[in-house]
């Protein structure tokens, strides 16, 4: 062993490389739809370990900085990101990382086509992954919401695929009172009457806590007209665009970027609004209600990027036992290894038919295609899907980085990354206690337990009497049982437990379902 040098982990195509991808994709997708995308996929698997690795590592290694002032004393807010983000930014344009979900070439199956290709993307893209999501939703909220006027102006930037063109939204919610608690948002509109070039309705003032990726172009934000009532229903949704014409930043001042525990290739920052034009999507009032749209998308998109950043944790788990030498054999070699591993894939294979699963319904949704009780059951799972992924990708990679042992724990590695990045997905777009009452929510407005229970009860799993989901089955039921003539109270302290047990028993039915 003189002169041992051990072998970092490597990569390659992670399409090829994909089983649980490849084999779900030709099972689900019809033959037509999958013609298109499984090459495009394998060309996003290919980029996905190579050029992109290096704008993600130039990313990650000159993160963004803010520039307050022109060296002769002029507030500029400029923001300055590294050549690797702006590469990332321009492949997701060019591959329509966005668009082809709007495209609807293959109606439903287009949100699972463009989810497969989020999820390749994903985890090579330094978190460029989080301004794709929340454009995603702008377009969603601006299809729903919006005056035609808006989505002229707005949509064809946000869904274009020519680099030059292509916008990226903001997503404005956070203020100093909490981001979970946005009810309590203090920003105020009043009338605007003076030129824009957007048709603005109200200027904006007040502080937003914390806005990702605020090199967006435009953003949706809420803020409160005057004379509103308190509360939700006083909210108001609004688009604004960052900058006029002149590119100056159109009454923003940024005060700072945050320094964050990851996601440090991502300008996270903390603005004020002091004026600024913006033009009311919709009528006045129900903000929450209209910004739920784009969560709901975001939330998606929350839980495909955590679910592939666990493949790629497990990627360089796996490549590197097979490469590893520990008591005169490899890693993989060794049972409990291989057990460990085995156990992380399947939950990892949980949460990609589980995202699969809740994409499709996504699409049903957009295109016209859903039943009342899918959609029912798209409104339940989405925060289900989101708190149980959030939760498995930090789980994973802090089980990863122990695999790597001393070396999961030394910066250059990389390794320790995975484990800060992963930190990340409980928290933003809903805590995971804030989405157990998200799912409460949906069990008392929309009567989603019925709808839930029924789809279990069809399940193939249940009619094929499957062993492993009788006895989760069983374990819900028992909970359902002492629940159900219990207070409120007892139903809000039970619902991560709820939630976590629901999430076992869905994605049981799915492996079953789509044989994985
Ligand atoms: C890698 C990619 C990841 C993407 C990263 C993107 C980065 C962006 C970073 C961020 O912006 S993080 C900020 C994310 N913020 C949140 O996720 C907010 C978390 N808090 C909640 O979700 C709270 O539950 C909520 C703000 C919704 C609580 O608000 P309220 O006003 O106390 O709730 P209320 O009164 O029950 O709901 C108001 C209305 O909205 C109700 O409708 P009605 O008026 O008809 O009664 C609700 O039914 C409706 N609603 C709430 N949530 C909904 C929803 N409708 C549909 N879907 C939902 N999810």
Redesign the pocket.
Known sequence: MKNFYQDGPRLTNTYRSDETLQKFLRNFLPVEVQKEALPHLEHLGEKASSDMLHWAEDAEANTPQHIPFSPWGKRIDQIKTSTGWQQLEKMAAEEGLVATAYKRTHGAFSRVYQMAMLYLY?PSSA?Y??P???TD?AARALEIFGSDDLKKRALPHLLSTDPKFFWTAG????ERTG?????STSTEARLFSGPSDFGATHELRGTKW????TTSQMALTLARPEGALP???GLSLFYLELRNPNGELNNIEIHRLKDKLGTKALPTAELSLQGTPAKLVGSEG?G??KI??V??I??I??SV??TSHMCRALDLATDYAKRRQAFGKLLIEHPLHQETLRQLEEDFRRSFVFCMFVAHLQGQDEVGEISASRRILL?TL??ILKLYTGKKAIEISSEVLESFGGAGYIEDTGIPRLLRDAQ??S?????TN??A??ML??FE?EQALPVLLEYLKNCPAMKNSVTTFSEKWTTLQGLLAHLTSSAPEIWEAQARRLAFLVADVVTEALLHEYSL
Not at 171 to 174: A, G
Not at 179 to 183: C, K
Not at 427 to 431: F, V, Y
Request: charged letters at 20%.
């Open positions: 994903s978190f992954s989080c794709l999501a929340m939703g997503q404005w919610m956070t981001g979970s608690d946005v009810s914390f806005t990702s990726a509360g939700s229903k129900d929450i209600k739920a749209s969560l709901n975001t939330r998109y929350n990027c955590a409104r989405t925060p990340v997905f928290i933003w777009e809903g805590t804030v989405l009452l998200d929510r949906a407005k």
